[in-house]
Nanobody, 124 residues
Framework: QVQLVESGGGLVQAGGSLRLSCAASGRTFSSYAMGWHRQAPGKEREFVAAINWSGTSTYYADSVKGRFTISRDNAKNTVYLQMNSLKPEDTAVYYC?????????????????WGQGAQVTVSS
């Protein structure tokens, strides 16, 4: 198993930036592909971005492509989500998640482990 803890959320004005971090503990971090998802009030949780076990391949939802960047540091057991040009519609609780390294990052489902979430609020 792996335990995931997000940090770095907060309140930011539209057009601003935030970086989320997700620290993993437990099994070998490089055994997992990692993803970020989000859930806005009254809406279903949606996929945001994913990265493969080695960090060489990434995948993004159309809504964040060009504005968000996912990355990972396997030496630090941490995955990041750099969010630029934030919009009010990016307001949500952001969750990091993990799934087996052999699973495709192009599939937004199949995540086995989830963090507790970090609130991101973008004011207009």
């Amino acid at each position: 198993q792996v335990q995931l803890v997000e940090s770095g959320g907060g309140l930011v004005q539209a057009g601003g930036s935030l970086r989320l971090s997700c620290a993993a503990s437990g099994r070998t971090f490089s055994s997992y592909a990692m993803g970020w998802h989000r859930q806005a009030p009254g809406k279903e949780r949606e996929f945001v971005a994913a990265i493969n076990w080695s960090g060489t391949s990434t995948y993004y939802a159309d809504s964040v492509k060009g504005r968000f960047t996912i990355s990972r540091d396997n030496a630090k057991n941490t995955v990041y989500l750099q969010m630029n040009s934030l919009k009010p519609e990016d307001t949500a609780v952001y969750y990091c998640a993990a799934k087996g390294a052999k699973r495709s990052i192009l599939d937004p489902t199949g995540y086995d482990y989830w963090g507790q979430g970090a609130q991101v609020t973008v004011s207009s």
